[in-house]
């Protein structure tokens, strides 16, 4: 009987403990002002997990009172002479973050396993009620995080923000912040083992220490439910309140100031219709600076009004139909030693190669990019295709990758829900038709339009020969019927045939929804010339991106394409010697930043779409 009583009561105790250390998706703590942990942290490469496991393979931090000698997330310096501590963190290398590991340092380059951060700052202090949370902006793909010795929690997931509170662990005066990153691939992770793209590993985005009153602004929502009606409905939440707390919100430029009141769970909902307001589009990204405040907590952000839905076979922004000018982009910058994109100027970069390409439209795949990447969006006039890296062969029948999964979809959304320029959630890229895979992403799709009604749910498909019609190509995925976007990617010309071929196939894509073609595209290493026949030479590339548009173009209810991709990026899977020296070479433009010769195809045809464009917009049909 005592046996089982000590297992119960330790089974709860794991329980209350994995409660206590989950990580949270606090979207407003981006928007309160904090203390910067970005800078140089010192790092200790751990391929064998020596400071999270001890020689037996039990995990240190299980142990109620771990080996100062070996722990890593202790800190330790030795208390006299005699003390053995085999690792020293402030006499160990430093890695700049936000910023992956493998472009810092040659010899970290392929390295995939645990790497320990350690980041020391002091703390004033905190006033009656305050709380203070550590916000990271991403870490791929594991990380255990602890604050002076003691575990703040566990995250997984590389591509979207997570925060523990600190408020009961933090010290006044000198502090030690330790985080292992694993980022180790797994069967059963999201994205799986095998992607084509690098796997960087670190905490790749920023680090912030908040502090909140008490009661403070947690997340909110704006949006505009009608393009001629204008009205904008939404809530505010607040950490923390009860029933009938004030609530201001206010637009300046709009004249627009509201009181409202929370309800029992802290949350106050809202409905207005300003006397004008400037629609948000890509041709007029107008935003709006959005003030909200509640006690002494105030946030500001500037956020843009437009709608976006279906109707037949097109998308309507704003009530009109719109063509998507696009390009993929990875989350990668190619030049100064490539890597992570890890401030919003190389962020601004992309989007500007992007705009030159008289682009309306970027698909960020295969995975959420940082914060800075759709906030500029916003302010630059660009479309946005959101996605999760459910990518290629997911492991479907695993609760716990479905979890993850969803983990980062919701988070992902709850992230940027204000941002205009998204309109488009994918759940998911190239995923193998099959019964598990359509019951994992049919209910992936119910959680993302449980989280956000207000935009388009689609994912990268693939096209199929039409059976006994080698020459037909069509869509035929039970995927097709959930989502709103009938999008696919095809590689007719380069994994499909020759570019000759785009002009004897036909396509059947028999859904009343708009069709969107995700990718199509080849490799050209830029500098390399020779006939149009010659594979890798830029004239390849181009005359297959000469011979896809008009085949594109002839499908019925066409709204766009965002070509594979902007930029060549990393890969492992690419090592032909002189050509891609594993670099992924579809790229426009090189890793060095030069633009091929289909760049300048592509910028062509969109400038001549940009312009049938505004003359639609000049005579609607009737
Ligand atoms: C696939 C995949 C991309 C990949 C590309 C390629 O469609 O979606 O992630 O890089 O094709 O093979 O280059």
Redesign the pocket.
């Known amino acids: 009987m005592k046996l089982r009583l000590r297992i119960t009561w330790l089974s709860c105790l794991v329980a209350l403990s994995a409660t206590l250390l989950r990580a949270e998706n606090i979207p407003d703590l981006f928007l309160h002002d904090g203390v910067s942990l970005n800078g140089e942290w010192k790092c200790i490469v751990d391929p064998y997990e020596t400071g999270f496991y001890d020689y037996r393979r039990e995990q240190r931090d299980l142990n109620s009172n771990p080996s100062r000698a070996e722990t890593f997330f202790l800190d330790a310096k030795p208390t006299g002479p005699g003390e053995r501590v085999e690792f020293d963190f402030d006499t160990s290398p430093s890695l700049i973050v936000p910023g992956d590991w493998n472009t810092q340092r040659p010899e970290l380059l392929y390295y995939e396993g645990s790497l320990w951060y350690r980041r020391k700052f002091d703390f004033a202090g905190l006033t009656a009620g305050q709380r203070v949370f550590v916000r990271f902006g991403a870490v791929n793909y594991r990380a255990d995080v602890y604050l002076n010795g003691k575990k703040l929690g566990t995250h997984i997931g590389g591509f979207t923000p997570f925060t523990f509170e600190a408020t009961q662990l933090l010290k006044q005066g000198a502090n030690s912040l330790v985080v292992k990153v694993d980022n180790t691939r797994a069967k059963d992770g999201v994205p799986t083992l095998s992607?084509?793209?690098w796997n960087y590993g670190g905490i790749t985005r920023e680090v912030k220490l908040v502090t909140v009153p008490k009661k403070f602004i947690a997340d909110h929502r704006f949006a505009l439910e009608s393009e001629n009606t204008h009205v904008i409905s939404g809530w505010v939440q607040i950490n923390g309140a009860g029933e009938g707390e004030s609530v201001q919100l206010s637009i300046p430029e709009l004249g627009e100031k509201l009181f409202v009141k929370t309800d029992a769970s802290g949350r106050a909902a809202f409905r207005f219709t300003p006397a004008r307001l400037r629609l948000w589009s890509p041709e007029t990204p107008k935003l709006y600076e959005v003030s909200i405040a509640h006690g002494g907590d105030t946030v500001v952000e500037p956020i843009g009004f437009r709608t976006v839905r279906t109707q037949g076979k097109q998308i309507l922004l704003n009530g009109k139909p719109v063509f998507l000018r696009g390009i993929c982009i990875h989350e990668e910058f190619p030049l100064n030693g490539g890597g992570r994109v890890n401030t919003a100027d190389k962020a601004k970069q992309l989007l500007l190669w992007a705009k030159d390409l008289n682009c309306n439209f970027v698909r960020l795949?295969?995975y959420p990019h940082n914060e800075a990447m759709t906030r500029l969006a916003d302010e630059l006039g660009l479309l946005v295709w959101s996605e999760v890296p459910v990518?290629w062969t997911i492991d479907w029948t695993n609760a716990e990758t479905y979890q993850n999964a969803q983990n980062q979809l919701s988070d992902n959304i709850e992230r940027d829900a204000n941002r205009a320029s998204i309109i488009i959630w994918s759940l998911a890229?190239?995923t193998p038709v099959g019964e598990a895979r359509t019951k994992f992403l049919s209910k992936l799709a119910m959680q993302a339009r449980s989280l956000d009604q207000t935009r388009l749910l689609s994912a990268?498909m693939e096209k199929h020969a039409k059976p006994g019609a080698e020459n037909i190509n069509v869509v035929q995925d039970p995927l097709a019927d959930i989502v709103d976007v009938v999008a696919f990617?095809q590689?007719v010309g380069w994994?499909d045939g020759l570019p000759e071929m785009c002009g004897k196939v036909s396509w059947e894509v028999s859904y009343n929804k708009p069709v969107f073609i995700s990718?199509f595209?080849g490799?050209a290493r830029q500098g390399l010339h020779g006939s149009k026949d010659q594979r890798w030479t830029e004239e390849y590339q181009e005359d297959l991106y000469r011979q896809t548009i008009p085949m594109l173009d002839k499908i019925d209810g066409l709204v766009g394409f965002s070509p594979?991709?902007l930029l060549d990026f990393r890969?492992p899977r690419r090592v032909l010697p002189g050509i891609q020296d594993g670099f992924?070479r579809?790229g426009l433009i090189s890793s060095e930043g030069a633009r091929k010769k289909a760049f300048f195809v592509l910028q062509e045809y969109y400038q001549k779409r940009a312009e049938a464009g505004k003359l639609a917009n000049l005579n609607p049909k009737k």
């Open positions: 992607t084509d793209w795949a295969h990518y890229n190239e990268a990617n590689y994994y990718e595209g490799d594979w991709l890969s992924n579809k």
